[in-house]
């Protein structure tokens, strides 16, 4: 036979014998924590603490990038196996504790039978040396490719179609990522930087965030960038990170957010995080997404003359309020998305109107004008229809923005200005860095307007047709209500 090195020879058995440890696991079965609208997402039995994840970008944002992604988790009930919600990458080898580990894919899944059963109550590490692969379906979600490398778009179900993960919101976790890449490229994720080395040609960025943060919301950008820095309220570093060759463009617009900081902490309190910014991407996805610290913005929206002013500054200060809402106070189930996108909508609404644009009353008689149909379309505001197989974005409905922002508007005129604007506040003081369900909204509301909003809430949030408009009994939908 032909000479085989030692170095080679090793890692051809590691490969044989993590391809021969795939196949020994019998019966893999994919598990969920039972959302209702994604219930095979998540997965029970333990609560993820941290996650350490290390990409290596060899410059083609068409090649899969070589990752380890090491979990830190407290069991919450004895486990035989360990479930992780994965697709879209290859697994080399699992490791639980230090021992290397059965595993194999079902579906989404990585199933992985660790040497000896967990007991409830124990830290666990887990190790996964793979692939994650950028190319796929451009609608499913997950790394996104840019004009010159990678972001991620990981909302509502993705990141797991970027690294391991119990990929559901209600169960957040501190990160750290580092990221090598070409010296010519840069590299700016979530939180802050705590280093930069220089190897080769090569240079690793290490980023961690400060806070606990949802899958969801992870972001990781690679390209030729630049990465201008000002400062918000308090001293809070603000960082853009935009195509180098539109620094001086986008200049302009950019300057704009530690003014609306101001505004937002003016209307909820202090910002949650230890950093703001925008990611601005040379890429076409549809939408702009908040993820945590660092927005995503297409590009497009920016430099593309026929958009007014008030609406770019307006959806701006839609991704900045989801840093509260959504992003710090996290929804427990997908169901509770209204809470997110109403209340980013609400702020970008009001936003508007003290900036040139519609008038927040306007708005609202036009989605109350919609809104039954709205509901019959999606469902109702905190009960929305599952999402179109394949289409996982349709779950962002016309019914969980314009529609849920007019929930608030309509708790606004039952309780008043000044009980609203405390239960604004305490809802993102009273979560923070955790997760939130609709019955803790409606029992936060109650007891700030100090009578039992159980009933008002419901039919707004829950119902079929769109209640009475409190104040408003002129105002009319002109759609049917669901027939169910």
């Known amino acids: 036979m032909p000479f085989i090195s030692r170095r080679l020879r090793a890692a051809l058995l590691a490969a044989a014998s993590a391809t021969l440890v795939a196949a020994t696991l019998p019966s893999p079965v994919p598990l969920g924590i039972g959302d209702p609208l994604f219930p095979e997402l998540g997965n029970p039995g333990y609560d993820v603490r941290s996650y350490d994840i290390a990409f290596t970008y060899r410059g083609d944002n068409s090649k899969p990038l070589e990752a380890v992604t090491r979990i830190d988790a407290r069991t919450t009930e004895p486990l035989d196996r360990i479930n992780l919600d994965f697709a879209r990458g290859t697994v080399r080898s699992v490791d639980v504790n230090g021992l290397r580990a059965e595993f194999a894919l079902k579906d989404e899944d990585l199933v992985i039978q660790p040497v000896g059963r967990l007991p409830a109550g124990v830290p666990v590490r887990i ?29 509502a179900d993705a990141a797991h179609r970027v690294f391991p993960s119990n990929d559901h919101p209600a169960d957040k976790a501190y990160f750290t990522f580092r990221v090598t890449a070409p010296q010519d490229l840069t590299v700016v994720a979530n939180g802050l930087p ?34 201008l820095h000002r400062t918000g309220p308090h001293g809070l570093p603000v960082r853009d990170v935009v195509p180098a060759a539109d620094r001086e463009r986008l200049e302009p617009r950019l300057s ?53 002013d008030w609406y770019v500054d307006s959806i701006m200060v839609h991704e900045l309020a989801h840093q509260w809402f959504g992003d710090s106070v996290a929804p427990r189930r997908w169901s509770d998305l209204w809470q997110n996108e109403g209340h980013a909508t609400w702020y970008e609404a009001r936003y508007a109107e003290e900036h040139g644009g519609p008038s927040l009353e306007s708005r609202m008689r036009t989605a109350y004008t ?22 996982k974005i349709s779950l962002f409905r016309p019914v969980v923005y314009d529609g849920s922002a ?79």
């Open 370 to 391: 919609r809104s039954d149909g709205w509901r019959a379309a999606g469902g109702p505001p905190a009960r929305p229809d599952a999402p179109v197989p394949g289409e």
């Open 256 to 308: 704009r957010t530690p003014a609306q900081l101001e505004w937002m902490e003016e209307q909820v309190g202090r910002y949650p995080f230890e950093a703001y910014g925008l990611l601005v991407a040379d890429t076409r996805t549809g939408f702009e997404l908040e993820t945590q610290t660092l927005s995503l913005f297409e590009r497009a929206l920016f430099l593309e003359e026929h958009y007014p």
């Open 194 to 227: 705590t280093g930069a080395v220089r190897h080769g040609a090569d240079t690793t960025w290490t980023y961690r965030t400060a806070h606990p943060m949802a899958t969801e919301l992870a972001q990781v950008s690679i390209g030729r960038s630049a990465v």
């Open 406 to 484: 007019l929930v608030l508007y309509a708790l606004r005129q039952e309780i008043g200005q000044d009980a609203f604007d405390r239960l604004e506040r305490s809802w993102v003081r009273r979560h923070r860095d955790g997760d939130a369900g609709t019955e803790d909204f409606v029992r936060l509301a109650s007891r700030t307007a100090g009578r039992d909003l159980a009933g008002f809430l419901d039919a707004w949030l829950y119902g079929t047709k769109t209640p009475p408009m409190p104040g408003h009994p002129d105002w009319h939908s002109d759609a049917p209500a669901r027939q169910r």
């Open 127 to 155: 190790t996964v040396h793979h692939t994650s692969d950028p190319t796929g379906a451009a609608d499913s979600g997950g790394w996104v490719r840019t004009a010159d490398g990678l972001a991620m778009a990981n909302q």
